[in-house]
């Protein structure tokens, strides 16, 4: 089956942690993004990817980092540096002009 | 100016009236729009992709595009209970693979 997956569901990160949140896509898209969704908020962009091996800032890019060395991979570092980081990831990719397709999403607490 | 803004709700509609969604965006240039649904807890899912001015219709949904004015809109008919969630507005910004969205509406239904 295709889709995008995240890993994990749920995960919680100590202060002063680094963690790396997942995500996978095997529908053969170019673009690919992260999104962060507060409580009762919108969908707000930290990064986005067009092709392999270059990525934008997106709008909240403070305190994350991404790579993009494979088309069906982009990682998502969320750095000590990212001094508010609970909250709901969202993954998404898409071809083209066409719509982004989104995976199931990585709830992040810190503890 | 925020690229992407929707009316603030929440919005409450009884059963079988119409739902109407607004949404306006800032860069002239941008071509796809897409509307998403979104249930508590959950990932985004599509609802409609629109890319030229006019009506576009599926099923109970239609989307409105108006280019000049900058506004896409998203009517739902017959609102049913399980159309209660949250609707954001989507927007591809012109000459560049950002996908932005609105903060969102959130639709309930009442029975």
């Known amino acids: 089956d295709g889709g995008i997956t995240q890993s994990p569901k749920y995960l919680f990160r100590k202060e002063g942690q680094n963690v790396t949140l997942s995500c996978e896509q095997n529908?053969?898209?170019?673009?690919m993004y992260w999104y962060r969704q507060d409580p009762g908020q919108g969908l707000r962009l930290i990064y986005y990817?067009?092709?392999?091996?270059?990525?934008q800032k997106g709008d909240i890019a403070e305190g994350y980092s991404v790579s993009r060395e494979k088309k069906e991979s982009f990682p998502l570092t969320v750095t000590s540096a990212q001094k508010n980081p609970t909250a709901f990831y969202l993954c998404?990719?898409?071809?083209?002009?066409?719509?982004?397709?989104f995976g199931q999403g990585t709830r992040l607490t810190v503890v | 100016q925020k690229e992407v803004e929707q009316n603030s709700g929440p919005l409450s509609v009884p059963e079988g009236a119409i739902a109407s969604l607004n949404c306006t965006y800032s860069?002239?240039?941008?071509?796809?729009f897409f509307w998403y649904r979104q249930y508590s807890g959950k990932s985004p899912e599509l609802i409609m992709s629109?890319?030229?001015?006019g009506d576009k219709e599926d099923g109970r949904f239609t989307a409105q595009l108006n280019k000049a004015s900058q506004y896409v809109s998203l009517l739902i008919r017959d609102s049913q209970p399980s159309d209660s969630a949250t609707y954001l507005c989507?927007?591809?910004?012109?000459?560049?693979?950002?996908?932005?969205f609105g903060a969102g509406t959130t639709v309930t239904v009442r029975a």
């Open positions: 998404a990719s898409r071809k083209g002009n066409t719509e982004a397709f």
């Open positions: 529908l053969n898209h170019d673009a």
């Open positions: 990817s067009q092709i392999v091996n270059d990525f």
């Open positions: 860069d002239r240039g941008s071509q796809s």
């Open positions: 629109i890319y030229s001015n």
């Open positions: 989507a927007v591809r910004l012109s000459n560049d693979y950002k996908l932005s």
